[in-house]
């Protein structure tokens, strides 16, 4: 019997697929207070980082096992969605110029790219400039090499395709998954250039490739920027 109090959490770098699926199982069919936390650490000259990412959205499983709780509510459409740092640019490039988010280098990075359904509406953040663009997701997460981009009205693969930068094509033709690239499509509703991203003080950034948007602030700023409806709920 498990009370209301009792919380399971695997800590790990990793975790195989099937572990992955039991877990989401359990959490999303029986409510089972259950989740995953990966850490990663990073160094960037004399600077040390602990990174961590959950497998499920931490703040969802607690709600759906707690009850009404002081969370935001997330108004059911909005991510969040990372795509580099200015100074590698090649992230966004590839999303802006053919229409998909990516992450990759490892399982770590891509997994929270499978949380985008259709129609999810993603805020794109350059680390290091700002929300550079708003887009509605068209697809579910699929390997680069196997992603198709329309060019002059057919279909071609993305590879085929020239890119910003040789080594990522390189490494999203790999088959290994702690190598390639992910990718998702998305139909862009406005970009921004770098030098003209949008960023202030108080707005949402998180190192996650992609989460759930509840700040409701960054959605009513962003989203006005590019002369959007924010939507809020």
């Known amino acids: 019997m498990v009370n209301a109090d009792q919380q399971f959490t695997i800590i790990a770098s990793e975790l195989d697929p099937t572990s992955d699926r039991i877990v989401e199982f359990l959490a999303e069919s029986y409510n089972v207070p259950i989740n995953a936390v990966f850490f990663r650490h990073f160094s960037d000259q004399d600077r040390d980082y602990l990174a961590r990412t959950w497998l499920l959205d931490p703040e969802a499983v607690e709600a759906r096992n707690k009850g009404p709780s002081p969370i935001r509510p997330w108004n059911g459409r909005d991510f969040y969605t990372v795509l580099g740092r200015a100074g ?9 110029k053919y229409g998909f988010l990516n992450a990759g280098g490892g399982s770590w990075y891509w997994k929270p790219l499978r949380n985008l359904r259709p ?18 997701v068209k697809g579910e997460m699929v390997p680069a090499r196997e992603a198709k981009v329309e060019i002059n009205g057919d279909l071609q ?3 085929d395709q020239p890119g910003p930068r040789a080594d990522w094509w390189a490494v999203a033709a790999s088959e290994d998954p702690e ?9 862009w509703l406005g970009i921004r250039s770098l030098d003209d991203a949008i960023w202030e003080k108080g707005l949402f950034a998180s190192q996650l490739s992609a989460c759930r948007l509840r700040d409701e602030n960054t959605i009513k700023t962003v989203a006005s920027a590019f002369g959007l409806d924010p939507g809020i709920d």
Request: hydrophobic share 45%; with cysteine; glycine share 12%.
């Open 157 to 159: 693969p993305l590879l």
């Open 179 to 187: 190598v390639t690239e992910m990718v998702v499509p998305v139909e």
């Open 119 to 136: 129609c999810h509406r993603v805020f794109a953040y350059v680390g290091g400039a700002g929300y550079v663009g708003v887009g509605v």
């Open 88 to 96: 590698e640019t090649h992230r966004w490039e590839v999303a802006s």
